[in-house]
């Protein structure tokens, strides 16, 4: 069946490059997605690719993705306190996004040193 | 423009009884989706709503169901409930699957003793 994997922790220096991976089993998933959850609160979408993408670039957010590996990575660029939440990973299975079945990994916690 | 707005925030219910949580989505949003979250099993895709019918399931109970009105606001209840129910339950509602992106309202957190 489909499977998420990520780490569980991150910890990381203010200001230094925070590194996020991923790695998912089903080969048709056609969107890839990276969402944030900070404490008490949903979760906030941060970007998505397509699974015909190797990269895609948002500001201070990188992500990559290596299809034959089916591995994906989140890059944040000069992490900063308010950076710090559990950041999710998910696969969909349909064309166009969307929430619907999602399947998500765990989660990773970021924290940040100062 | 509002986001997605889930009611109530918390709740706490005793085993055995039922319970329904209400999810209001973004205006002009048609598909409404429903997570179970919790420690232990993390994000759990429960069911998706269009136009007022359900289109996809997850591996859930019978015991959870939901519905969709007219103006896409979408309930879930859950009956006879079970510890294990505990859990922060959140709904995301987008335009359709195809090429709209998602948005979470903050959960509702239900609590069984």
């Known amino acids: 069946g489909e499977d998420v994997e990520q780490s569980l922790f991150l910890s990381v220096r203010e200001g230094d490059s925070s590194v996020i991976n991923c790695t998912y089993t089903?080969?048709?998933?056609?969107?890839l997605y990276w969402y944030k959850q900070e404490p008490g609160a949903g979760l906030q979408l941060l970007t998505y690719?397509?699974?015909?993408?190797d990269m895609k670039q948002d500001q201070r957010l990188t992500v990559l993705l290596n299809k034959k590996d089916k591995h994906l990575s989140l890059r944040i660029a000069d992490t900063q306190t308010g950076d710090s939440a559990i950041y999710f990973c998910?696969?969909?299975?349909?064309?166009?996004?969307?929430?619907?079945?999602?399947?998500f990994g765990k989660g990773t916690h970021l924290i940040i040193q100062p | 423009k509002a986001g997605v707005t889930q009611t109530p925030r918390y709740l706490i219910k005793t085993r055995g009884q039922q319970v329904t949580l209400s999810c209001s989505p973004i205006?002009?949003?048609?598909?409404v989706s429903w997570y179970q979250q919790t420690p232990g099993q993390g994000l759990q895709f429960l069911f998706e709503?269009?136009?007022?019918?359900?289109?996809n399931k997850g591996n859930f109970p019978g015991r959870f169901s939901g519905r969709q009105f007219s103006n896409s606001r979408s309930e879930m209840n859950v009956s006879t409930l079970e510890l294990g129910d505990s859990a922060l339950y959140l709904c995301?509602?987008?335009?359709?699957?195809?090429?709209?992106?998602?948005?979470f309202g903050q959960g509702t957190r239900l609590t069984v003793v």
């Open positions: 205006s002009g949003h048609r598909s």
């Open positions: 709503y269009f136009s007022e019918t359900q289109r």
């Open positions: 089903d080969s048709s998933s056609t969107y």
């Open positions: 995301a509602s987008s335009g359709d699957r195809g090429g709209t992106e998602a948005f």
């Open positions: 998910a696969e969909s299975p349909y064309s166009g996004g969307g929430a619907d079945g999602l399947t």
């Open positions: 690719i397509f699974s015909n993408m």
